[in-house]
């Protein structure tokens, strides 16, 4: 299970993903979009940032039970420190 985090400046709740994941994630995303003959777009940074106001993810703090609603889609972030490898 994915721990949650909330960004401090707006309330949003994020899931946090080891880094190793997102950069599979991106690989996997960027390689689709050049296969449509797209621009690679995916970086480390889209997943570095409050997904509503763009603040970082080094200010995030664990989520508590309720800062978001039941059933709510969670944008995937990585937290520096969330998880030790
Ligand atoms: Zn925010």
């Not at 991106?26 to 797209?38: D, F, Q």
Request: aromatic share 10%; proline share 6%.
């Amino acid at each position: 299970m994915y721990k949650t985090f909330k960004c401090p400046a707006c309330g949003w709740v994020h899931v946090a993903i080891p880094l190793s994941v997102a950069e599979a994630q991106i690989c996997v995303a960027n390689s689709y979009l050049a296969s449509e003959g797209l621009a690679r777009t995916e970086t480390l940074e889209n997943y570095s940032r409050c997904f509503r106001c763009k603040a970082s993810s080094a200010t995030f703090v664990p989520a508590e039970k309720g800062d978001a609603p039941a059933g709510a889609t969670l944008q995937a972030v990585v937290v520096p420190g969330a998880y030790q490898c």
